[in-house]
C-alpha cells in the first residue's frame, strides 16, 4: 500500500509522512489519505489533524499531517483557516524542511480570496525560505508576481516582472519545460502560466498606453502644436506596439484566440485614436487666421501614423491566419477593417 499511497500523494499534493512501524498517527494518517483522494476532506482534515496531535508521532510525521489537514482545508474552500493552519507550520523550527510548500500554498489561497497583497508576500516568502528556487518555479514566481501587481494596478511593476518572465519562455521553453518535468510540475503548467503573463503583460502595455493623455499645448504656434502632438502620439503607439508583439507571441503557444483578438482590438484603437483626434475642435487662434485647411491637412499628415500602425495590426492578423491555417472572428474582421480603413 505504501508505494501506491507515494504515487497518488505526488498527484494530489499530498505529502508521505513515511511511517516506520504501524501507530494510531499512521493509521489516522492513512484514513486521511484514503479519505482526500476520494474528495471527503472535511473527513481527511479530521483524521489529519488528529495524526498531528498525536505524541508517538515523530515531529516529522506531525508536521506532515499539519501540512496535509491544511491542503485539505484549501480544497474544502475554506481557504482562511487553510492559511492558519500553513502559518503554525512555519512558526514551528521542527517543521523547517515544509516551510518553502507552505509559504507557496499560502500564496495560492490568498489567490482565491483575490487578496493580491497576501499573494505577494506569500510568494516573496516562498523565495526566500531555505532552498533557492529551480528555473521553473523562479518563472513562476515571476509570473504570479506579476499577475499580481496586474490586479492591483501596478503596471509599471507588472512589465518588471512579467518582460523577464516571457523572455525565459520565449529564449529557453524546452529547458523550461525539462525542469518544470523534473520538479513534478503537471504537464501543460509552463504553458499556461506563460499564456497568463503574456495576457497580463500586454494589456498592462496597453493600460501605460492609455494613461499617456494626448492634449494640445497652449499657445499660437502651429509647428509647436504638431510637434506636441507628434511626440505624445509616438509615445503612446510605442507602449500599444509592444502589446501588438506580446499578444502575437500568444499565437506560438496556441492561444489564437486572446491573441487575434488581442492584435484586433489594438488595430481598432488605433483607428479609434485617430478619428477623436481629427475631430477635436481647431484651436481659436488657427480659426482667426483662417487657417482651417491647411490645419487639418498638417493635421491629418501628422496623425497619419496611427492609421498605418492600424493597418500593420489588422495585417498581422491576416497574415496569422494564412500562417497558421485558421480563421475565426478577429482575422474575419480584420481583413473587414482592411478594405474600409483609408476609405
Same mark, same amino acid.
Given at each position: ?23 494510531? =498517527? ?19 482534515? @479530521?483524521?489529519?489533524? !488528529? =495524526? ?34 500553513? #502559518?503554525? +507550520? !512555519?512558526?514551528? #523550527? ?6 518553502? @510548500? ?14 493580491? !497583497? ?41 512589465? @518588471? ?35 497568463? =503573463? $503574456? ?6 502595455? +496597453? ?17 509647436? +502644436? ?8 509616438? $509615445? ?45 475642435? +481647431? ?29 500593420? =495590426?489588422?495585417?498581422?492578423? #491576416? ?21 474600409? $480603413?483609408?476609405?
Amino acid at each position: 500500500m505504501a508505494n501506491d499511497a507515494s504515487y497518488y500523494m505526488k498527484e494530489a499534493g499530498l505529502k508521505e509522512s513515511g511511517p516506520q512501524k504501524p501507530s494510531s =498517527a499512521s493509521k489516522k494518517f492513512y484514513q486521511g489519505f484514503d479519505n482526500f483522494v476520494s474528495g471527503k476532506f472535511n473527513s481527511s482534515y @479530521d483524521s489529519f489533524i !488528529t =495524526a498531528s496531535h498525536d505524541k508517538k508521532a515523530s515531529k516529522e510525521e506531525q508536521g506532515v499531517a499539519l501540512y496535509n489537514a491544511a491542503l485539505s482545508l484549501e480544497r474544502s474552500g475554506k481557504f482562511e483557516k487553510a492559511i492558519k493552519t500553513y #502559518k503554525d +507550520i !512555519t512558526k514551528e #523550527k521542527a517543521y523547517a524542511s515544509l516551510f518553502k @510548500d507552505s509559504y507557496y500554498r499560502m500564496g495560492a489561497c490568498c489567490h482565491q480570496q483575490k487578496n493580491w !497583497t497576501c499573494v505577494i508576500e506569500s510568494l516573496n516568502n516562498w523565495k526566500n525560505s531555505q532552498t533557492e528556487l529551480s528555473l521553473v518555479e523562479e518563472f513562476e514566481f515571476r509570473v504570479r508576481k506579476g499577475t499580481a501587481y496586474f490586479e492591483l494596478q501596478s503596471y509599471r511593476d507588472v512589465v @518588471d516582472y512579467l518582460e523577464s518572465a516571457t523572455k525565459v519562455l520565449k529564449d529557453k521553453k524546452d529547458f523550461l519545460t525539462l525542469n518544470a518535468k523534473n520538479m513534478g510540475y503537471a504537464e501543460g503548467k509552463v504553458n499556461t502560466l506563460g499564456l497568463w =503573463a $503574456l495576457e497580463d503583460l500586454a494589456s498592462s502595455y +496597453i493600460k501605460i498606453g492609455n494613461n499617456i493623455k494626448i492634449s494640445y499645448p497652449s499657445g499660437n504656434n502651429q509647428d509647436s +502644436i504638431f510637434d506636441h502632438l507628434n511626440e505624445q502620439v509616438n $509615445l503612446k503607439a510605442y507602449y500599444y506596439l509592444k502589446a501588438q508583439d506580446t499578444y502575437l507571441e500568444m499565437l506560438n503557444h496556441g492561444d489564437r484566440d486572446s491573441a487575434t483578438k488581442g492584435v484586433y482590438l489594438l488595430g481598432d484603437l488605433y483607428r479609434n485614436i485617430y478619428k477623436d483626434l481629427l475631430n477635436t475642435e +481647431i484651436p481659436p487662434d488657427i480659426k482667426n487666421k483662417k487657417l482651417e485647411k491647411e490645419y487639418i491637412k498638417e493635421l491629418k499628415e501628422t496623425l497619419k501614423p496611427l492609421l498605418k500602425k492600424s493597418e500593420t =495590426a489588422f495585417t498581422k492578423n #491576416k497574415d496569422a491566419e494564412e500562417e497558421y491555417k485558421f480563421s475565426n472572428e478577429w482575422t474575419d474582421k480584420s481583413k473587414s477593417s482592411l478594405k474600409m $480603413l483609408w476609405n
